[in-house]
């Protein structure tokens, strides 16, 4: 089988050494981390120029290393092939290797930022605590952003909305993946935390879902679009669902 895997950066270090060893084709596209910070309406329809760039004659299916990502997929259309995209909120669950592992984190810990070795190192505003607004679902807009975007009244009223970005956070959990060279990555979050003062974590990995999306090994933690289908959210465990055209 020949996979076409459309990724979003963060995933880069866990999706090339996954595709090394599949037992499939994968030929990877890596899109930029900044796509989410487009918005959802922006992201899904550059995600569907991606997807209809494919070639329906070459490959068998798009694996698409997304979650619904704050409404980032919602509504991209399968074009001339199959789209696999894992049933998750955002890619925390797919470091974490399960929705259900997640929940019960996010439970048990709700103030929490987390991070990763993708999070930082394709991430130019991490650390910049003053002036940078952070959502764990992939935005992340300084000030200067919003000024150029919204004018400086907007911007203003926004972080006096939001605060400094993180008033909700006390802890901060960094997801080691089992990838070389993940120490500086860790030491770099650990860092950020005691500066924060916050509680720092260290939580195990789990590549299941990676692995079987670029593994061909699709069971009920993915969802498979039909060609003409499109995906919508379906505002319960399952996540996202089709929506037949």
């Known amino acids: 089988m020949r996979l076409s895997v ?4 963060v995933f880069y270090r866990e999706i090339c050494s996954l595709v090394a060893t599949s037992p499939h084709q994968c030929d990877v596209q890596f899109l930029p981390k900044g796509l989410h910070d487009l918005g959802s309406e922006k992201m899904s329809a550059r995600l569907q120029e991606c997807l209809d760039a494919v070639d329906s004659e070459r490959y068998d299916a798009i694996a698409l290393v997304y979650g619904l990502c704050n409404n980032g997929t919602v509504g991209i259309q399968a074009p001339g092939l199959r789209i696999v995209i894992p049933k998750a909120h955002d890619c925390i669950a797919l470091f974490m290797g399960s929705r259900s592992r997640y929940r019960e984190y996010f439970d048990a810990h709700p103030g929490t930022y987390y991070r990763t ?33 919204y004018g400086e009244d907007n911007a203003k009223y926004v972080m006096e909305m939001m605060g400094d970005g993180e008033q909700h956070y006390d802890r901060l959990a960094f997801i080691r993946m089992g990838i070389e060279g993940e120490d500086r990555f860790r030491d770099q979050s650990l860092a950020e935390a005691s500066r924060k003062q916050w509680t720092f974590d260290e939580i195990e990995g789990d590549m299941s879902i990676l692995r079987k999306l670029v593994y061909g090994e699709w069971d009920d933690d993915f969802l498979v679009l039909a060609p003409g289908s499109s995906l919508v959210p379906s505002y319960d465990e399952q996540v996202v669902k089709p929506q037949e055209a």
């Open 6 to 9: 459309l990724c979003c950066e």
């Open 117 to 149: 070795s993708g999070w930082l190192e394709r991430d130019d505003t991490s650390g910049a605590a003053d002036t940078t607004i952070p959502q764990q679902l992939g935005l992340s807009m300084s000030y200067q952003q919003l000024v150029d975007e």
